[in-house]
């Protein structure tokens, strides 16, 4: 199996900033693309931001400008850097990882979540 542990969200004001973390663990052979998902409670999950193991990155429309999401290859982590924060933004994040493990066909793997709350 594959573990995401989420650092990183919190209460914040409208206009600061948050860094997101997630780093991976587990008997892993590769990892494709990783992504922070958002969700509020009673709407469906929404792709925040993707990164592939190339680097190359994809921003969903309310965020571009704003957040930025970077990996750390080698520590199979990925991170969200959130400034500039709207009461908007506020939900749960999740991390993503598409992942390939021994004797497995790759697959999205997802942690547990993190609260951002962003106060007006």
């Known amino acids: 199996q594959v573990q995401l542990v989420e650092s990183g969200g919190g209460l914040v004001q409208a206009g600061g900033s948050l860094r997101l973390s997630c780093a991976a663990s587990?008997?892993?052979?590769?990892?494709?693309?990783m992504g922070w998902s958002r969700q509020v409670s009673g709407k469906q999950r929404e792709l925040v931001a993707a990164i592939t193991s190339g680097g190359s990155t994809n921003y969903e429309d309310s965020v571009k400008g704003r957040f930025t999401i970077s990996r750390d290859n080698a520590k199979n982590t990925v991170y969200l850097q959130m400034n500039s924060l709207k009461p908007e933004d506020t939900a749960v994040y999740y991390c993503?990882?598409?992942?390939?493990?021994?004797?497995?066909?790759?697959?999205?793997?997802w942690g547990q979540g993190t609260q951002v709350t962003v106060s007006s």
């Open positions: 587990g008997r892993i052979l590769s990892i494709n693309a």
């Open positions: 993503r990882a598409d992942a390939v493990l021994p004797g497995s066909p790759r697959r999205n793997y």
